[in-house]
């Protein structure tokens, strides 16, 4: 594990994390800038999407074969992030698998309440299957919240009876609005991202006086039988760490094609500090291998 590079990047989240805006419009504002720096890699294109009215992101690394699709779902507890937020980790992401990737900005709540973000999703597959694209060369992918909505994705596009992608990758993946881990409570000292009390938070803006366990909201509690080959990478500080986990014991109990990495000393989404994290570099080439793996699989 790289301390010298791991150390400061954790005294910089516990900053900021003691310094959040009190208001969700401050809360946006501040991860636009906070994101804003980090660098999108050398020779990555970057062009707009437009699915049906979904606006987004196209993100492809030239001289990649490009055969493969990845629509990314953006973490930010559904409330605040966008594809410019997170636009050095998609192009990272896209270096490393070689496919092309497309993001979207499905609806934000409190503005726009569960099931928003899942139909956005859904019609955001609908329409790279529009456009001819075979969904054995799609994977869908996000992070925290987006990693959570993957998840919920998958099981209402099983459920609509729509084919299925050739995988999908999470990345420390929001899989219980509840917040119901024994992880929210042990590693409350290690975890410089997320909190309880701020988590549930964004969870009642998102699903309002509803159901925090409704399956389609949280996938942890979602009947998980039929779905693709998943990719769940973790961190070992989180307080997310028993999403991932409960969620990859449901997957396996329901003999679906699932692996779980949980990265040593790793906090929440490192991969968006692959810039400067040699950890956070390798979890995003760990994850286009298996992109690429699994694709060519499907594709047989």
């Keep these: 594990m790289s301390l010298k590079q791991l150390e400061p990047i954790i005294e ?17 504002a501040d991860f636009d800038a906070f994101t804003a720096i980090m660098p999108v890699p050398e020779g990555v294109e970057c062009s707009p999407a437009d699915l049906d009215g979904l606006r987004g992101g196209w993100f492809s690394f030239l001289g990649a074969p490009n055969k493969t699709t990845v629509l990314y ?70 992070d925290s919240a987006g990693g959570g909505l993957v998840l919920a994705v998958l099981v209402a596009l099983r459920d609509c009876g729509l084919p299925r992608p050739a995988a999908a990758v999470c990345f420390s993946p929001w899989t219980d609005l509840a917040c119901s881990g024994e992880s929210m409570r042990t590693k409350v000292a290690a975890d410089p991202v997320i909190q309880k009390a701020g988590a549930l938070l964004y969870a009642r803006a998102y699903v309002g006086e509803g159901d925090l366990k409704h399956p389609l909201a949280s996938p942890l509690y979602a009947d998980v039988r039929g779905l693709p080959p998943i990719l769940i990478q973790v961190g070992e500080r989180e307080t997310l760490l028993d999403d991932a986990t409960r969620m990859a014991g449901r997957l396996r109990a329901a003999r679906v094609d699932v692996r779980i990495d949980i990265w040593d000393g790793m906090v929440h989404v490192w991969h968006f500090f692959a810039h400067q994290l040699d950890e956070g570099q390798q979890a995003l080439d760990a994850a286009g291998a298996f992109i690429r793996e699994k694709v060519r699989a499907a594709s047989r």
């Design 73 to 142: 779902l953006h973490g930010g507890g559904y409330v605040i992030g966008s594809v410019d937020t997170h636009r050095a980790l998609i192009a990272r992401l896209a270096k490393a698998s070689g496919a092309r990737c497309c993001a979207i900005n499905y609806r934000l709540a409190p503005e726009h309440p569960f099931p928003g973000a899942v139909e956005d999703a859904v019609a955001a597959y609908r329409g790279l299957l529009g456009r001819g694209i075979d969904p054995k060369r799609v994977v869908i992918a996000g």
């Design 12 to 28: 910089l989240l516990r900053e900021r994390a003691k310094n959040l805006p009190p208001t969700i419009e401050g809360m946006r």
